[in-house]
């Protein structure tokens, strides 16, 4: 069948549903609804879809096109919901199950007759985090069901008027509902309160006599404090104490008018300091091997199950900066000192890696430089994976992984996804070549016209697709929130092996053949030689493309595409 996708990004649910209607057989090409309806317009007299979905829009669809054509919208709320903020008020009134509603267009707003429908659970996390897990596994399923019954022709849906339809209107949830009484809120109440805004919008706070918007926050079990005040940072990371404990909170973003030259997420004790220089918040370190019990955070971790070692590590947003990399690197380094024969690699759930952090990048004095320092300081990770030859390492990728994050996971020996994880092994849609010894990892994987082509059309890859084409060497049919133990299995049973000796020496022996025919410094250094000279040309298309996809400007072509540039994250 011939699908229009009309997004208002190519954000994940976008690049999952993309990739997974690709997998059944359909024809599926994508138009932004970010330029107006005149591409939607143009797109569908263009291409003349059979079915148009619409998986994540912020506008209406015109109406002369879901008048003329059966468009279906992806409403990620239970039958009967509506409004423009349904995650938000699930995450907000403490839901524990929740749903996602595939709805005919018409005029009133998510009011159409429903064409499938699909209950997830709502664990304790972001409102991001849920959406790209729970909320988008049950997406897909009802997507895929309503399309089956499109095409069947049979199928009559469920109109919102029959009386087995209740119907909850919810407004938008703005500040007023979100904002947190430090002296009242416990600290319970404190952390769904920025879980169900941790990537948009933010929770609208003040901080040193400065408006910003908080994101992301964790529970902390020891440090205290009187409530609203600054107690500690961590890994760029700040404590603030609430009514009967303490949250870290990873990132901050200045109003807009706020006069700060980069009104965008980054990390929160960066923010703090360039509005107050010289401020001293005692920074409190957190061990590796955090106990279990204990309730703080750490985007970086390390455990140890018999021959199996555990180096965990979350970022938020999937990015790593110069300063994540360079710590990440020295975790790996320790995890390589401990007596194990299996080195797993990757968080309990959400985003693998992205590659370099662009926020950090765009707020630096000098990007150019910045860029420079921040791919330099990933390609010391990635080398150090794919020089350490006493053991497997294994990268198991509980969430999606794009650019260089995921020529991070191809370092490793194996490769394990969850089946809902989305790969971008690519850099165009940023105008960059790309290093992470992608030259390398990347042919010796797919093959040298494969890795051609995957790096050029620049499109997201399923899981399913990237075991097929060899990028992924274990699919784990997991939940979101049951892969860590499915890996954990999987890990122990790898380190069990009987013939593991025979398996590290015959990777040791491939390592050092690949290095007689062409050491690993030389792909480095070609692909650095490309990356620096579009760094540093002020001229070169990457700036313009990280600049907009970091401050969220309009990006892409008002064309219809099979991947348009747009949110990748």
């Known amino acids: 069948m011939d699908i229009l996708l009309v997004a208002s990004a190519f954000n994940s649910l976008s690049q999952r549903l993309y990739a997974e209607l690709s997998d059944h057989g359909h024809q599926v090409d994508v138009v932004l609804a970010t330029h107006g309806p005149g591409p939607v317009r143009a797109a569908v007299r263009e291409l003349r879809p059979e079915l148009i979905v619409a998986p994540m829009l912020r506008t209406a669809l015109p109406e002369d096109v879901w008048r003329e054509h059966t468009c279906l919208i992806v409403h990620p709320g239970p039958i009967g919901d509506r409004g423009p903020s349904s995650l938000d008020w699930a995450i907000a009134g403490g839901a524990a199950q929740w749903g996602v509603t595939v709805l005919q267009a018409e005029a009133g707003m998510d009011a159409g007759p429903v064409w499938a429908a699909e209950p997830f659970p709502v664990p304790p996390v972001g409102k991001s985090d849920l959406y790209r897990n729970e909320a988008s596994d049950a997406a897909v399923t009802a997507v895929l069901t309503a399309v089956r019954r499109y095409a069947a022709g049979d199928h009559k849906p469920l109109a919102q008027t029959d009386e087995s339809v209740t119907v909850v209107w919810r407004d938008f949830h703005r500040q007023e509902q979100r904002r947190i009484d430090w002296e009242r809120d416990d600290t319970e109440t404190v952390l769904r309160k920025l879980r169900g ?307 590290l020496a015959a990777k040791a022996a491939a390592r050092a053949e690949d290095e007689r025919r062409r050491p690993l410094a030389r792909y480095r250094e070609d692909e650095l030689a490309r990356m620096h000279a579009l760094f540093f040309d002020p001229e070169a298309p990457y700036h313009a493309l990280r600049a907009a996809f970091v401050r969220k400007t309009p990006g892409g072509s008002p064309r219809p595409l099979a991947a348009p540039a747009g949110d990748l994250r």
């Open 197 to 503: 805004a941790d990537s948009q919008p933010g929770v609208l706070d003040e901080l040193l006599g400065h408006e910003v918007f908080l994101h992301g926050g964790h529970p902390e079990d020891r440090l205290r404090g009187r409530p609203g005040t600054l107690l500690a940072q961590r890994a760029g990371a700040v404590c603030r104490a609430t009514r009967d404990g303490a949250v870290w909170i990873p990132e901050l973003r200045p109003r807009k008018n706020s006069g700060d030259p980069a009104p965008f997420r980054r990390p929160a004790a960066a923010v703090l300091a360039a509005h107050q220089p010289g401020l001293a918040l005692p920074e409190v370190p957190a061990p590796p091997d955090i106990p279990p019990g204990r309730r703080t955070w750490s985007d970086i971790r390390y455990r140890q199950r018999g021959d199996v070692g555990f180096l965990g590590f979350s970022f938020p947003g999937g990015a790593m900066s110069t300063d994540q990399c360079r710590r990440l690197l020295a975790a790996y380094t320790e995890a390589l000192t401990r007596p194990t024969r299996v080195l797993v690699l990757g968080g309990t759930r959400d985003f693998f890696s992205n590659g370099i952090h662009l926020n950090v990048v765009e707020a630096a004095p000098d990007p150019a430089e910045e860029s420079w320092t921040n791919l330099n300081a990933i390609d010391d990770l990635v080398e150090a994976v794919l020089r350490t030859t006493d053991r497997l390492v294994v990268a198991a990728l509980a969430g999606n992984a794009a650019a260089g994050g995921v020529m991070l996971a191809l370092a490793a020996d194996q490769v394990w996804c969850r089946t809902g994880v989305v790969l971008n092994p690519h850099y165009r849609r940023m105008g960059l070549y790309g290093s992470e010894f992608w030259t390398y990892s990347l042919p010796r994987r797919v093959g040298p016209e494969q890795a051609e082509r995957l790096t050029t059309e620049a499109l997201p890859v399923s899981a399913a697709r990237g075991e097929r084409l060899g990028l992924v060497d274990r699919l784990v049919p997991a939940a979101p929130g049951g892969f860590a133990a499915e890996v954990e299995l999987l890990a122990a049973g790898l380190a069990a092996v009987p013939d593991l000796d025979r398996r």
